[in-house]
């Protein structure tokens, strides 16, 4: 006798709560079996094997946060503008299923008046910023040659046959 494979959860989402929360939610497969939830800030996850160990243990190449049937479980105590990855596994108390994925990214801190940005790090667009090109042509982009101060400056390249619609956000 083969035994069948364990359907994954029916749904698996994660949403972003506040700058420290992310809320999973999830539906149970048809046999209702238990969801465990694993994250870690890579988005690799290996096979889990064996008995789902106690929450904030490694499990499946992260950490457990939740093993049970209750939806939503609240991710709470994570950092500001950062990005988590989960996956979600049946677990039928002796098998798993392959895993439904979701990430999420937390709310960035409220900036605070005045407010001053660097550009002097290597990463563009810095965390919690954000860039949209509505178009094609003109772009925000960093740059280290004619700062006013620093190391890096963000510099718009504009030109006069292209809309100016690119924007960028804190």
Do not use: E
């Amino acid at each position: 006798y083969v035994a069948p494979p364990v359907l994954d959860p029916a749904s698996f989402s994660a949403l972003s709560f506040s700058t420290t929360q992310i809320n999973l939610t999830f539906a149970t497969n048809v046999s209702g079996n238990n969801v465990v939830i694993v994250w870690n800030s890579t988005g690799v996850f290996t096979t889990p094997s064996g008995t789902p160990p106690s929450p904030g243990s490694p499990f499946a190449g992260g950490s457990l946060l939740s093993n049970g049937t209750t939806s939503p479980q609240n991710h709470t105590g994570l950092t500001s503008g950062t990005l988590y990855f989960y996956k979600a596994y049946s677990y039928d108390g002796s098998a798993y299923s392959n895993g439904l994925t979701a990430n999420a990214t937390t709310y960035c801190d409220p900036i605070t008046l005045p407010y001053s940005q660097s550009f002097d790090g290597a990463i563009f667009a810095p965390a919690c910023w954000s860039l949209l090109n509505a178009g094609t042509g003109n772009n925000w982009t960093r740059t280290t040659t004619g700062t006013h101060s620093g190391a890096g400056a963000m510099r718009y390249s504009w030109n006069s046959t292209n809309p100016a619609n690119a924007w960028a956000f804190t």
